[in-house]
DNA sequence: GCAAAGCATGACGTTAACGTTAGGGTTAGC
DNA sequence: GCTAACCCTAACGTTAACGTCATGCTTTGC
């Protein structure tokens, strides 16, 4: 990690193996970009600004530009808040961790890279995948919980009848 | 409901069928509530100005009191705040719905009340009931997904193993 | 009966996650 | 090449859910 202090969490992305224009390559502009992906263009610019997406260009005259996976990533932060109540912060976190985890699997197929550094890359990966497991793992028991106590209730009032 | 304009949510408590001093009938001041239900005072009195609980004491010289049901209260406020993350204003119609509940079972268990009418008041409490169950229901089924998503995800990380 | 601890009621402050102008550049279609 | 639609940055506004005083009354233990 050597870049600069206000460096954001970028996507790993991969290095576009042969250039596909068919292949639904039309960017959006953050209009449609923003009503495709359910939130304001408000909130993918404070997005942007926290670090969680980079719009995957800009037109020469600074115009933001989202791609598909871009899209996908904004799907994944409005995941990551409404289901898990991950704040932006932490969501972050997650966020690096995915994508260091992409880094991590492109140096795993490199052949460059000696068999002992693969399986200590795997390790880390698994490592922070079974963390955010964890964690997500715990709120469904909760709920889990949560509803059983209120099936018996429910029964309970049933058995009224 | 004839009360007034800014009526809060009460629950529907039972008119103590004996009294009981032994059942640790203690109630409790603001700073002990606080600390043994984990919230700060500030929070307890913002709860109650919102309605969604109320004191089921107060001294002579006005200082609160709390019970042990008003601490269960506020443990579901906070249940249903992290785990099914609602806002206060939504937790204060769940709260309210599961008063009504309270009153209905009441109401069902009253010698006056007509067979027809029993059968009508559970029909409501049932409704609100799954009303809830529905709600949590989504979110669980929407959780599983994820954590499905995510083992598969890890198992593809460690089949490279 | 008195000091220390506890609490009440305002009222202003804070933080996260955006919303909303204001005052301009940029792009796409004709 | 021009206009309508789109977008930029900067900056102030908003809402929920409390945090934090300030000021003064209450309660409790000795």
Redesign the interface.
């Known amino acids: 990690m050597s870049t600069s202090a206000a460096a954001p969490v970028r996507e790993a992305g991969l290095p576009a193996a042969a250039e596909r224009p068919d292949d639904r390559e039309r960017l959006l502009g953050i209009g449609a970009a923003a009503a495709r992906s359910g939130v304001s263009e408000r909130a993918l610019r404070y997005y942007q600004q926290l670090g969680l997406i980079t719009p995957s260009g800009r037109t020469p005259g600074g115009l933001r530009r989202y791609s598909q996976e871009d899209l996908a990533r904004v799907a994944r932060i409005r ?1 990551l808040q ?4 991950l704040n932006l912060d932490e969501i972050a976190t997650v966020l690096r961790n995915e994508d260091r ?1 992409a880094q991590i ?1 492109l140096a ?1 197929h490199q052949e460059r890279t000696s068999d002992a550094d ?2 200590e890359l ?1 390790r880390e ?2 490592a922070l ?2 963390g ?2 964890a964690t ?2 715990a ?2 028991s ?3 919980g ?2 059983a106590d ?2 018996s ?2 029964a309970r ?2 058995s ?2």
Chains 1, 2 share one sequence.
């Open positions: 995941e409404t289901l898990l109540g985890l699997k795993y693969r399986r795997l990966g698994l995948q079974q955010l497991r997500v793992e709120k469904r909760a709920i889990e949560f509803l209120l099936d209730r429910i009032t049933r009224l009848l």
